[in-house]
Nanobody, 126 residues
Framework: QVQLVESGGGLVQPGGSLRLSCAAS????????IGWFRQAPGKEREGLSC???????FYADSVKGRFTISRDNAKNTVYLQMNSLKPEDTAAYYC????????????????????WGQGTQVTVSS
């Protein structure tokens, strides 16, 4: 059974950092592209970043230069390092993939993913 579990969220002050983890089970994460999304209350789910099986990375303009996606295939885990956090980064954060998710093509579209984690809340506030 495919399962993705996010962790690492929490409350952080503006300018602070957090590292989110996306742990996979039931499949070999290394074979697939993994995307990170976020969703704030009343807003649409926003695609933030994607990493291919080969380690190529992609970022939305809203997080480029502040967020870094990486993967540890030995741990079957993908990470999202978030630096210089802003109040507008407050949201629930999700990782996602799918059985046909070989590349990061169209990575910002939630419809391109079949498997999602339950999310982890990030709150940026002083």
């Amino acid at each position: 059974q495919v399962q993705l579990v996010e962790s690492g969220g929490g409350l952080v002050q503006p300018g602070g950092s957090l590292r989110l983890s996306c742990a996979a089970s039931g499949f070999t994460l290394a074979n697939y592209a993994i995307g990170w999304f976020r969703q704030a209350p009343g807003k649409e789910r926003e695609g933030l970043s994607c990493i291919t099986s080969g380690g190529r990375t992609f970022y939305a303009d809203s997080v480029k230069g502040r967020f870094t996606i990486s993967r540890d295939n030995a741990k079957n885990t993908v990470y999202l390092q978030m630096n210089s956090l802003k109040p507008e980064d407050t949201a629930a954060y999700y990782c996602a993939t799918g059985p046909n998710r070989w590349t990061c093509s169209g990575y910002k579209q939630p419809s391109g993913y079949d498997d999602w984690g339950q999310g982890t809340q990030v709150t940026v506030s002083s």
